[in-house]
């Protein structure tokens, strides 16, 4: 069994930042691909930035610039620095990671519960 365990959401003026972790810990073989997603109420889950073993990083468009995801992968955990914010980014944001339980088995996408990011105006 995997557990993405996320921390650092709360409440911010507009203007200003938060950063986001993510723990992973578990039945854990490798990890691929780490990411944030989140979700605006009423709204479906959208990308925010992805992360690969390698580095790699990829942004959505309404995050280019201002946010910047990273990695540990001696840890397993990956975190989210968002400055700039404004009152659009509030929303949950889910941490994922495609993990891999043993060699050889695919990888599987597994979710954490979700932290609330609020941005004032």
């Known amino acids: 069994q995997v557990q993405l365990v996320e921390s650092g959401g709360g409440l911010v003026q507009a203007g200003g930042s938060l950063r986001l972790s993510c723990a992973a810990s578990?039945?854990?073989?490798?990890?691929?691909?780490m990411g944030w997603y989140r979700q605006i109420s009423g709204k479906q889950r959208d990308l925010v930035a992805v992360?690969?073993?390698?580095?790699?990083?990829n942004y959505a468009d309404f995050v280019k610039g201002r946010f910047t995801i990273s990695r540990d992968n001696t840890k397993n955990t990956v975190s989210l620095q968002m400055n700039s914010l404004k009152p659009e980014d509030t929303a949950v944001y889910y941490c994922?990671?495609?993990?891999?339980?043993?060699?050889?088995?695919?990888?599987?996408?597994?979710w954490g519960q979700g932290t609330q990011v609020t941005v004032s105006s």
């Open positions: 994922n990671a495609e993990v891999r339980y043993y060699y050889g088995l695919p990888y599987k996408p597994h």
């Open positions: 578990g039945s854990i073989f490798s990890i691929n691909a």
């Open positions: 992360i690969t073993t390698d580095g790699t990083t």
